[in-house]
């Protein structure tokens, strides 16, 4: 079993979801089905031609290459150079636990993390790692990285667990995720003809700016545009950027940590949601949208100053990430299976659920606009169940026999 604090964690969401129906099946009297047996040599990853019908948590592009990289349960990487249509494992992982996300700075440099607040690097596109940190029992899990140059990483996890590098990865060193910023930025003027608003750099703009975000944080009943806490010890379970070298942290509690400056200082934003957010994206006009708990979306118009429930009939099962496709449209996908799409900016979401009812967990798209999808059941090409959704008229939820409970 997993540790208490590990038990508690998201991606942890669909670990969790797999270890929960082996007591499900108990409880009906049914033979419980039992996961792969793990080897005991805990250094390197096993190599197994089943190794994409696995759990896979994380899939990012490898810099500007072909190249596709993904990552999951049992220290799997898997390579895809043809767009997604085959995969095969990297040669070299020095890791058996679960890793969470990727991240890639360039064609050949890369880090992944995961659980035992494993962090392991490579240089060569992802053929062989590293290990750099980490990597023995322990209670940290790691949820998050991303990489913004060669020399400078940031890897988060649960309980406000935060780890920097400045040196390429030699060094590894804890520091606090909140650090006040000087000044917070403006919010966003109006979004006009799809043009990604402009932090106003003169100093009395900024001031108008940070009473408007105050009012608009009063008018939610959010406490405060710009709250700070030295002492948060919140789960921070997916960065994701935005233009202006913002930076966001999707967590638990509601929450959305902001940076203005390439994450070297985050300023607390509380969303007046009560539960997790699993992920983000920032979309071609601007605007943000964040993912998490109950079929929970929300919006941004403000550069993530404040933000606003979208409606999202059918969705009660978690969302865990989302994209943005070149023709404009949003894809989200989460538990059970969901399938979320949005023609209009994020405004509003029709909803399938997948026939296997499996957990998504990440979504990637290809040069050729098809789409890619992580989760429970290992890698799925998922193209046409979007297109048929586009297609509908109507989204039903899943059947009161196949949905799990709410998360």
Avoid at 41 to 56: C, G, H, I, R
Avoid at 62 to 70: D, E, F, H, Q, Y
Avoid at 192 to 203: H, K, L, N, R, S
Avoid at 222 to 248: I, Q, R, W
């Amino acid at each position: 079993m997993l540790s208490s604090k590990k038990a508690s964690l998201i991606p942890a969401l669909l670990v969790g979801t797999l270890m929960m129906a082996g007591s499900a099946h108990a409880l009906f009297g049914e033979a419980a089905v039992p996961r792969p047996v793990v080897p005991k040599n805990n250094e390197f990853a096993t190599k197994s031609k089943l190794a994409a019908e696995f759990l896979m948590l994380g899939v990012t592009r490898a810099g500007t290459s072909n190249r596709t990289v993904a990552v999951g349960e049992y220290g799997h990487v898997l390579l895809s150079d043809d767009e997604g249509k085959t995969w095969r494992q990297a040669q070299s992982v020095p890791a058996k636990i679960t890793l969470t996300s990727v991240s890639f700075v360039d064609d050949k440099t890369g880090w992944a993390v995961g659980h035992d607040s494993t962090v392991i690097k490579t240089t060569d596109g992802g053929e062989t790692w590293t290990r750099q940190f980490g990597g023995k029992d322990s209670d940290n899990a790691l949820l998050t990285v991303m990489s913004f140059d060669a020399n400078r990483a940031l890897a988060l996890g649960a309980f406000n667990y935060t780890l920097e590098t400045n040196d390429g990865g030699t060094t590894w060193v804890e520091r606090k995720t909140l650090i006040q910023a000087t000044a917070p930025a403006a919010p966003a003027a109006p979004l006009a003809g799809g043009t990604a608003p402009a932090v106003p750099a003169d100093e009395n703009l900024q001031a108008e700016a940070d009473k408007e975000a105050e009012r608009k944080a009063a008018e939610s009943g959010v406490g405060s545009a710009y709250s700070v806490s030295e002492g948060d010890d919140a789960h921070l379970h997916a960065l994701f950027t935005a233009p202006n070298n913002l930076v966001f942290v999707a967590a638990e509690r509601g929450l959305v940590y902001r940076s203005t400056d390439s994450g070297r200082t985050f300023a607390r934003i509380e969303t007046g949601y009560a539960g997790s957010f699993w992920g983000g994206t920032a979309l071609a006009d601007g605007s943000l949208i964040i993912v998490g708990m109950r079929g929970n979306i929300w919006r941004s118009v403000d550069q993530g100053m404040t933000w606003a429930k979208v409606e999202t009939p059918g969705a009660d099962q978690s969302i865990a990430s989302a994209i943005q496709r070149t023709d404009g449209s949003i894809v989200a996908v989460g538990l059970s299976g969901s399938l979320l799409l949005s023609t209009d900016g994020g405004k509003s979401f029709k909803i399938k659920y997948r026939d296997d009812r499996k957990g998504l967990n990440a979504l990637m798209t290809t040069s050729d606009g098809r789409l890619i999808v992580m989760g429970e059941a290992g890698i799925a090409d998922v193209t046409k169940e979007v297109e048929t959704l586009g297609a509908s008229a109507a989204a039903p939820g899943p059947s009161a026999s196949a949905a799990p409970a709410k998360q």
